[in-house]
């Protein structure tokens, strides 16, 4: 089985400064990575996500994140925020699974992170 | 292009009664999930459709939850003899291939009371 945990329930961060989200997996299995974005009334969008290769990866909006295997982290980063990424956050990891022939992937997610960020 | 509809987008019901809701994914999306958001938590998988045939639904948490995709498409979330507890956000979500990226509708907040 998988597990997420996301180290900051909360994280309130002053307008155009840097964020760092943490995310760390457990897993006895290779993963895929995810960081999802929930902004207020609204359905989960992809932030970014990691499949393979380089383990930085750039997302949406100017955030990126790290893959670390040593460490099993995903931590997701942002070099200056704006008032419009005040959301919810959520790391995110899925293994393939197979069914009657069909591969698929089952998210399992972290509790969530809420920025909060002040003018 | 429409996202994926979620309705309806609240559902209050009594303690005891019968509710569905309902998805409608992405057109071509072959892939359907069902996911359950309480309180403070993340989301959490309950039922994954490939074409028509659940391939997995080790999340449902007991038999008072069923779901169904008759077509291949629109997917019903049916909940039979609700308990408080089973009060949350229910999410959908849809995709077209392995690894491709899930597009999650607004989700249905159901309040039991």
């Known amino acids: 089985a998988q597990s997420v945990t996301q180290l900051d329930s909360q994280v309130p961060v002053f307008e155009e400064a840097p964020v760092e989200l943490r995310c760390n997996y457990s897993?006895?299995?290779?993963?895929?990575l995810f960081w999802y974005v929930q902004y207020p009334n609204q359905g989960l969008q992809l932030l970014l996500k990691?499949?393979?290769?380089?383990?930085l990866v750039k997302g949406i909006n100017g955030f990126e994140a790290e893959f670390n295997k040593s460490q099993t982290s995903f931590h997701l980063r942002k070099p200056s925020v704006h008032i419009s990424d005040t959301a919810e956050y959520f790391c995110?990891?899925?293994?393939?699974?197979?069914?009657?022939?069909?591969?698929?992937?089952?998210?399992?997610f972290g509790q969530g992170t809420i920025l909060t960020v002040h003018p | 292009g429409a996202g994926v509809s979620q309705t309806p987008s609240n559902k209050v019901t009594e303690k005891g009664k019968y509710v569905e809701l309902r998805c409608d994914p992405i057109?071509?999306?072959?892939?359907l999930y069902w996911y359950r958001q309480s309180l403070g938590q993340g989301p959490e998988f309950l039922i994954y459709?490939?074409?028509?045939?659940?391939?997995?639904d080790s999340g449902l948490p007991n038999d008072r939850f069923f779901a169904v995709r008759p077509e291949g498409s629109v997917s019903t979330l049916k909940i039979q003899r609700t308990e408080r507890g089973d009060s949350a956000v229910y999410l959908c979500?849809?995709?077209?291939?392995?690894?491709?990226?899930?597009?999650f509708g607004n989700g249905t907040r159901l309040t039991v009371t």
């Open positions: 459709f490939q074409g028509t045939g659940a391939a997995d």
């Open positions: 979500a849809s995709g077209s291939f392995v690894n491709s990226p899930l597009h």
């Open positions: 995110a990891v899925t293994r393939i699974f197979n069914a009657g022939g069909t591969s698929y992937g089952k998210l399992t």
């Open positions: 057109s071509g999306h072959t892939a």
């Open positions: 990691y499949l393979s290769g380089s383990t």
């Open positions: 897993s006895s299995v290779s993963v895929y």
